[in-house]
Nanobody, 126 residues
Framework: QVQLVESGGGLVQAGGSLRLSCADS????????MGWFRQAPGKEREFVAA????????DYAVAVKGRFTISRNNAEGTVYLQMNSLKPEDTAVYYC???????????????????WGQGTQVTVSS
């Protein structure tokens, strides 16, 4: 069973950077496509970024493209989300997720992901 734990969230000023990490102590997710989602207060959870099992293919939401970078280190069992040029509208709880049923590629659909971390808060002040 996959057990995902996010870290790296915090409070940052607009224009700053944060790097989120998502670790699976059992390194089970190396076989799975991975994604990052976020949920702001009063809003639905939304797609942020995704990567294929190898990390060779990635996808981003329009709102973060060019500012965020998803990467993974399968040897370490960790997925990262580098967030640059942060904006107040990036404030949300960020979740990493694993899609165990996807055999190829990646997905931006929430329902394709069946394992979720507990989330980490990111707050961007103006």
């Amino acid at each position: 069973q996959v057990q995902l734990v996010e870290s790296g969230g915090g409070l940052v000023q607009a224009g700053g950077s944060l790097r989120l990490s998502c670790a699976d102590s059992r390194r089970t997710f190396i076989s799975y496509a991975m994604g990052w989602f976020r949920q702001a207060p009063g809003k639905e959870r939304e797609f942020v970024a995704a990567t294929s099992r190898s990390g060779a293919s990635t996808d981003y939401a329009v709102a973060v493209k060019g500012r965020f970078t998803i990467s993974r280190n399968n040897a370490e069992g960790t997925v990262y989300l580098q967030m640059n040029s942060l904006k107040p509208e990036d404030t949300a709880v960020y979740y990493c997720a694993a899609a165990s049923r996807l055999r190829i590629g990646f997905s931006n659909r929430l329902n394709d992901y069946d394992y979720w971390g507990q989330g980490t808060q990111v707050t961007v002040s103006s």
